[in-house]
């Protein structure tokens, strides 16, 4: 009888794993079904030499990226300049560029459902309408004027990406030979709004002010002289020039690195990095299921270390699309709209085949601090950048010079948002040692966002 009941107890013991581990598929098979089924080796889905078989990408005016000609070909936009442009936001036909939709959004393209899978009565693969405009990442790849870099420009309300450029790039029609080691196609397959890390410099300045309008109670109060340079941890903190007496509004139009750098200092390491995470700069974002790379930083060295990382030096890295959502937050009262690439996506007779929404993001910063905020970048463009480069734009700005090593220009940054119902739009640029954050990159911003605003999405 003891055999008997214990022979019972294993069974149902058994019975209950499987059970389990049979729930546990079906949530697996629910949850990444699409991912499974559009795995390239798939040839219901690829061609033999790599290509998707079906679907078609357009923007949001329906502009079409890329289809499938009459032979099954993979085909792309009659205009060269567009297709270069769009091409880290379409990806490449035999699927390099991994943030590419081809690639990444392969089961939404091929009409992938939990039904029939990868068959469908209704067409041969879906038309995926992404949220960008062809002619405004048209617009920014010829502002960056063969520089290497990145353009971002988002609605922080709804979320939609309207630009994301990202250089160099080629034409996906007639993909040139690319060796490994050619330092001209240095990360060619890398969507660097997406996917790349990079020294933020100056522009993490804001995050620094963020932190220091709620720790230090005198903030607006202090004045603080600037000779060009100031001992720190027994070292030198330089500025490019010496900036006088100033107080905290005017320091952070000089954009003093002195300045930034005895708060960070005062701040302590701790607080500087509870601000850095509070603001998404050192977390995953999902772009409709794209995941952006993450930003780091080291705030646990002497004071001088910690000086440098408060003025975005030092071993800070971000990723351009989280501090563009912090932008966003900023703009909107501390919230702002995850950013997203998908529009929406029909079969090939117009039925819809999904539901895309916007989602908020967690709270990056308190709402009165980002009012304050908005007030002194707004200040930077009337003092520092000149507001007649953005005309008819309530614009808030930050510029950034990060220097990258003793025999590179510095990498030039400018972003901020523009503060319009009817145009929320957050923006980001990188030229990669391109020089001047504000007369370069924000040069590319200025021819940007005037077609933005004309356009009026």
């Known amino acids: ?7 019972s107890i294993f069974c149902l013991i058994l019975a209950a794993l499987l059970g389990l581990g049979l729930a546990f598929f079906c949530f697996q098979f629910v949850v990444d079904g699409g991912d499974w089924a559009s795995y390239p080796y798939n040839r219901h889905l690829y061609n033999n030499a790599g290509q998707l078989k079906g679907g078609t990408i357009l923007d949001r005016d329906g502009d079409m990226l890329s289809t499938l000609d009459e032979d099954g070909n993979r085909i792309y936009n009659d205009d060269a300049a567009v297709r270069r442009a769009t091409l880290h936001a379409v990806g490449d036909k035999n699927g390099n560029i991994g943030a590419g939709a081809l690639t990444s959004f392969a089961d939404k393209l091929s009409g992938y459902n939990l039904l029939t899978g ?6 041969t693969g879906n038309s995926l309408y992404l949220t960008i405009d062809a002619y405004l990442n048209n617009v920014a790849y010829q502002a960056l004027n063969e520089m290497n870099g990145t353009v971002g420009v988002y609605n922080y309300k709804t979320g939609e990406i309207l630009c994301m450029v990202s250089t160099p790039t080629f034409d996906p029609a007639n993909p040139p030979d690319i060796a490994a080691d050619d330092p001209a196609w240095d990360g060619v397959y890398v969507n660097r709004l997406l996917s790349a890390n990079s020294i933020p410099g100056s522009i993490f300045k804001v995050v620094t002010i963020n932190a220091a309008i709620e720790n230090i109670p005198d903030l607006f109060q202090r004045k603080w002289t600037c000779t060009g340079s100031v001992n720190i941890g027994g070292e030198e903190v330089t500025c490019p020039h010496a900036h006088g007496e100033q107080d905290i509004e005017e320091a952070l139009a000089n954009s003093c690195n002195g300045v930034f750098g005895q708060l960070a200092v005062e701040l302590g390491g ?4 509870k601000y850095a995470d509070a603001a998404g700069l050192t977390k995953s974002i999902k772009v409709d299921g794209i995941q952006s790379s993450v930003g780091k930083f080291d705030f646990s060295g002497n004071d001088n270390q910690l000086a440098w ?3 975005g030096q030092g071993q800070d890295t971000l990723c351009p699309i989280n501090m563009l959502q912090y932008m966003g937050a900023i703009a909107n009262g501390g919230k702002a709209a995850v950013p997203r690439l998908i529009e929406k996506s029909t079969t090939d007779y117009g039925l819809p085949t999904g539901i895309y929404y916007p989602h908020k993001s967690a709270q990056l910063i308190d709402e009165k601090t980002a009012g304050t905020i908005a007030d002194m970048m707004h200040n930077n463009v009337i003092e520092t950048y000149g507001q007649d480069r953005f005309p008819g734009m309530d614009i808030c700005a930050k510029s950034g010079t990060a220097e990258v090593g003793a025999d590179k220009s510095p990498n ?3 972003t901020g948002f523009l503060r319009d119902e009817a145009t929320p739009y957050a923006f980001i640029v990188l030229v990669e040692n ?5 007369s370069v990159a924000g040069t590319v911003a200025s021819q940007v966002l005037q077609a933005a605003v004309e356009k009026g999405y």
């Open 412 to 414: 030039a940054w400018f």
């Open 434 to 438: 391109g020089g001047g954050g504000s």
């Open 118 to 123: 990868v068959y469908s009565p209704l067409g």
């Open 270 to 273: 701790e607080t500087m990095q």
């Open 1 to 7: 009888m003891r055999k008997i009941e214990k022979r």
């Open 309 to 311: 990382s408060g003025v």
